[in-house]
Every structure is written in structure tokens, then in C-alpha cells.
């Protein structure tokens, strides 16, 4: 189950700025909160019942209730799984993965005349993966790995176009480095992240999660791959029925 504080990361495009408040109350106060009747939130709050839960069903709860029971099960929950379970990466994964922001990325792809797709290291052949998950119903994309013709292509793109970055720290110079290039020429930034705050979410215009910590042994970095390619399948199955 997503704490709380997940669900609003990943929900954040679609709160309100009266729902950020509700947020920071409820993060200040979360042991009274969990406790508290949706009357007695709201006149805290002043705002009336229906607002919250509009707000608990925004971040994926059936309402109210459901969200109170989640708030008690964050406070009391001792033992979380170890973020370097095969498994519980996978599970992660497919609850962060949110069929509005596949169709949001979807619409955008559908409308823009090229998609390019970056990525630094271990994750570049996701890029032609998904080149070719969009090529087979017709869609024109490429990707690149090299500097020189990722800038190249990046100061060819329009406004509608599309940049597609995938990093999973958010935080790979390269990867920033076209981030940063892409918006001063207006061009849509996507990303794929781990889920967690990082620099490159934050330059982007729509951002995709995986759930992807890092891992490290004897020097290499074995981080989990396996969520990139679950989101971004679920990207290309999105965008197939789409695209009938």
C-alpha cells in the first residue's frame, strides 16, 4: 500500500492549491488526523466535508475512510519491506504507474510530429525499445546515443515536439544537460524516474515514475531495471489502444 506522502507525489499534477494546504496540514498533524471526523478536518481546514473527500479520491482512496485507514496504517506500521526486493520494486512499480498520465503522455506523443528519446548508460536500450514500440503503428521516433546528435536533433524540434529523457537518478549531467536545452527552446520535456525528488522530474512537463532505488555492489551499479521496462510497456500498450 502507498504511504501517503506517495500518493500525493504522485498525484501532485492534480492538486489544487487549496489540496496542497489540505497536504501540509495533514502531514503536520498526522495523528490527529487519522482520528479525526471528515467534519472535524474540514472546519480545520475551513472548508466544507465535500472537499476533502474530493481530495481523498484525487490521491486514489474510495474517500474518506479509506484514507483515514491508510493514515493509521502509516503511523503503526513497523517494518517496511526491503527497497531491495525484486518484488516489492515490482509492486511499486505497477501502483505508481497512473492510466490519466499515460493518456496525458499519450495525447502528447499522438500530436507531436517527432519524438526523441535520450538516455546515458544502461538504460539506452529502453530508448529503442520504445522507438520501436511507437514506429510499428506508424508514430516517427528515434533516439540517440551520442552527445553530438542528441543536440543536433534536440535544436531541429518545435514546440510540439517531444523529448523523452529517462534517468533513473534524475540526476545524469547528459541527460540534464538536453533537459536544460530542450526548454529553452520550448520543446515538451518527458521524464522516467525513480520515484523520488530529483532535479531532472523538475525540468520536465509531464514526469513518469518507476520505482527503481539505487544498488550498488562491489563497485557496480546493479540497480533493478526491470520497473523502467514495466512503465514503459505500459506506456506502448496505452498508446497501441489508442492509436486503433
Not at 3 to 15: N, S
Not at 97 to 110: E, F, G, H, P
Request: charged share 25%.
Amino acid at each position: 500500500m502507498m504511504r501517503f506522502e506517495e500518493r500525493v507525489h504522485k498525484y501532485e499534477y492534480k492538486l489544487s492549491d487549496t489540496e496542497d494546504q489540505i497536504v501540509e496540514y495533514i502531514i503536520q498533524h498526522r495523528q490527529e488526523a487519522a482520528s479525526m471526523s471528515i467534519q472535524t478536518l474540514a472546519r480545520k481546514l475551513y472548508t466544507v466535508p465535500n472537499t476533502i473527500t474530493r481530495f481523498a479520491k484525487k490521491l486514489g482512496y474510495d474517500g474518506y475512510s479509506q484514507m483515514k485507514m491508510s493514515l493509521k496504517e502509516d503511523i503503526h506500521q513497523e517494518q517496511m519491506p526491503s527497497e531491495n526486493s525484486f518484488t516489492y520494486n515490482i509492486n511499486k512499480t505497477i501502483e505508481l504507474i497512473d492510466r490519466d498520465k499515460l493518456a496525458i503522455v499519450t495525447k502528447m506523443i499522438q500530436d507531436a510530429h517527432r519524438v526523441l528519446f535520450f538516455a546515458v548508460g544502461d538504460t539506452v536500450p529502453f530508448c529503442e525499445i520504445m522507438v520501436k514500440n511507437l514506429k510499428v503503428v506508424g508514430k516517427q521516433a528515434e533516439y540517440y546515443v551520442h552527445r553530438h546528435d542528441i543536440v543536433y536533433g534536440i535544436n531541429q524540434l518545435e514546440e510540439t515536439d517531444i523529448l523523452f529523457l529517462i534517468s533513473l537518478s534524475g540526476e545524469t549531467s547528459q541527460v540534464l544537460e538536453m533537459a536544460e536545452l530542450a526548454k529553452r527552446r520550448g520543446t515538451q520535456i518527458i521524464s522516467l524516474t525513480h520515484f523520488d525528488d530529483n532535479s531532472l522530474q523538475k525540468k520536465a512537463d509531464v514526469r513518469l515514475y518507476c520505482y527503481a532505488p539505487y544498488k550498488r555492489l562491489n563497485d557496480y551499479n546493479i540497480t533493478d531495471k526491470t520497473s523502467v521496462m514495466l512503465v514503459l510497456r505500459a506506456l506502448a500498450e496505452f498508446y497501441w489502444d489508442a492509436s486503433k
